[in-house]
C-alpha cells in the first residue's frame, strides 16, 4: 500500500481505495501507458474496474501532483509518475520514443526566458522527429518524412 498517496488523500478528506492504488500501481509499473493500457492492466487484477474509473482515478492523481501526462502524439495522452521527468523524442516514421535528460533543453530553457520571460517546464515536453534508424533507411512509399 502506496502511504504516501494514503497521506495525501486522507489531508484532503478523501479516502484510499484498492481502484486508486491499482491505477497507481500500474503507472509506475507501465512507466509510459496511455488510460487504455492502464485500464487493461488493472483488470488483470480487478476485471470489474471500467475505463471510467481510470479516467477519473488518473485526473485525481494528477491534480494531487502523482502523476502527469503528456502528449507524444495524436493520440491518447500517456501518464507517468511525478517523478519521471525528461523528454521525449518521437519519430515520426516508427512511432519509438527515446528519452533524454531535461538538461538537453537548458539552453532553450534558458533563451526563452531571457528573449520572452518565458518558464518553460521541460520536464513535460515531447520533440517530435525523425530517429537515428529511421534517418539511415530509405523512405517508404506513402510514408510520412
Known amino acids: 500500500m502506496d502511504t504516501s498517496l494514503r497521506r495525501t488523500l486522507h489531508e484532503r478528506g478523501m479516502r484510499m481505495?484498492?481502484?486508486?492504488?491499482?491505477?497507481?500501481?500500474?503507472?509506475?509499473?507501465?512507466?509510459?501507458?496511455?488510460?487504455?493500457?492502464?485500464?487493461?492492466?488493472?483488470?488483470r487484477t480487478a476485471p470489474t474496474v471500467n475505463i471510467t474509473t481510470i479516467y477519473r482515478t488518473l485526473d485525481l492523481m494528477e491534480r494531487l501532483g502523482l502523476v502527469r501526462h503528456t502528449h507524444l502524439g495524436h493520440g491518447a495522452p500517456v501518464y507517468s509518475v511525478e517523478d519521471h521527468e525528461h523528454v521525449h523524442l518521437v519519430?515520426?516514421?516508427?512511432?519509438?520514443?527515446?528519452?533524454?535528460?531535461?538538461?538537453?533543453?537548458?539552453?532553450?530553457?534558458e533563451q526563452l526566458r531571457h528573449d520572452r520571460g518565458f518558464n518553460l517546464d521541460a520536464t513535460h515536453v515531447a520533440l517530435h522527429g525523425v530517429c537515428a534508424g529511421c534517418v539511415t533507411t530509405p523512405d517508404k512509399p506513402g510514408e510520412p518524412t
Request: charged share 20%; hydrophobic share 30%.
Open 17 to 43: 481505495t484498492p481502484q486508486r492504488q491499482l491505477v497507481l500501481d500500474a503507472v509506475r509499473d507501465l512507466e509510459h501507458a496511455t488510460p487504455e493500457q492502464i485500464c487493461q492492466h488493472v483488470q
Open 91 to 109: 519519430c515520426h516514421r516508427c512511432g519509438h520514443v527515446d528519452e533524454v535528460p531535461c538538461e538537453t533543453l537548458s539552453g532553450l530553457v
